[in-house]
């Protein structure tokens, strides 16, 4: 399942969060970023080691 997390500029990142996410999804995990003047860059991953008990 997707897990979607908007982030506005000056907010705060809940890193447990993310680690938590990246854990329990049997998928893996995607990031994107706004890192420039109309540039986003993007990285996925998949996880060997989930703890999810789906799948």
Do not use: W
């Not at 706004?34 to 996880?47: A, D, E, H, W, Y």
């Amino acid at each position: 399942m997707c897990l979607i997390i908007h982030k506005p500029k000056d907010a705060k990142l809940d890193l447990e969060l993310l680690h938590s996410a990246s854990q329990y999804n049997p998928h893996g995990y995607g990031l994107m970023a706004f890192t420039g003047p109309q540039k986003i860059s993007v990285i996925s991953r998949l996880v060997k080691n989930s703890k999810s008990q789906v799948g």
